[in-house]
T-cell receptor, first 111, second 113 residues
Framework: GDSVTQMEGPVTLSEEAFLTINCTYT??????LFWYVQYPGEGLQLLLK?????DKGSNKGFEATYRKETTSFHLEKGSVQVSDSAVYFC??????????FGAGTRLTVKP | DTGVSQNPRHKITKRGQNVTFRCDPI?????LYWYRQTLGQGPEFLTY????????KSRLLSDRFSAERPKGSFSTLEIQRTEQGDSAMYLC???????????FGPGTRLTVT
């Protein structure tokens, strides 16, 4: 069945460092891909999404490109801030009913 | 605040007891989803409703679990005869329809002792 594999954490970076969190997926069809973020004490929030191959999702300085050839949707940010400290989840949905999530990657950004 | 709300936020119960959680979606959203999240894992899909109809159930949803959305607005998730393995965060999400963003509530953390 469909699944998502995420880079294991935790990830600790200094402020202004470059961030990459790897995500690869397995799907039988053509899923939509998502990154969700969970800040401490809060619910999951959609960070960005892409619905077809070569689409780039972007939000708050974060970007991810839907790569069908490598079945990947890696999350990147050029310069992280302390406020980006959170848990990041990669997810896919083939029919927008059943969303499959990765295990999550905890990011800590130190000043 | 017009986001998704869940009650209670925390529930501690003894093994064998029944528990019920409530989810209030964003008012105009016709789809409502339930997920379970265990420590260190991502959310796992349990079931979803379109209006009052329950359209899909995961194999994770054993016979002890039942969900309802009687009037197409709020939903309840009941777990009967709780087991320690049921300890998890139960998340609710809603969306405006298929192929649209799911908005998540803060979750109900269940601890079964």
């Amino acid at each position: 069945g469909d699944s998502v594999t995420q880079m294991e954490g935790p990830v600790t970076l200094s402020e202004e460092a470059f961030l990459t969190i790897n995500c690869t997926y397995t799907a039988t069809g053509y899923p939509s891909l998502f990154w969700y973020v969970q800040y401490p004490g809060e619910g999951l929030q959609l960070l960005l999404k892409a619905t077809k191959a070569d689409d780039k999702g972007s939000n708050k300085g974060f970007e991810a490109t839907y790569r069908k050839e490598t079945t990947s949707f890696h999350l990147e940010k050029g310069s992280v801030q302390v406020s980006d400290s959170a848990v990041y989840f990669c997810a896919l949905s083939e029919n927008n009913n059943d969303m499959r999530f990765g295990a999550g990657t905890r990011l800590t950004v130190k000043p | 605040d017009t986001g998704v709300s869940q009650n209670p936020r925390h529930k501690i119960t003894k093994r064998g007891q029944n528990v019920t959680f409530r989810c209030d979606p964003i008012s105009e959203h016709n789809r409502l989803y339930w997920y379970r999240q265990t420590l260190g894992q991502g959310p796992e899909f349990l079931t979803y409703f379109q209006n009052e109809a329950q359209l899909e159930k995961s194999r994770l949803l054993s016979d002890r679990f039942s969900a309802e959305r009687p009037k197409g607005s709020f939903s309840t998730l009941e777990i009967q005869r709780t087991e320690q393995g049921d300890s998890a965060m139960y998340l609710c999400a809603s969306s405006l329809g298929a192929r649209t963003e799911q908005y998540f509530g803060p979750g109900t953390r269940l601890t079964v002792t």
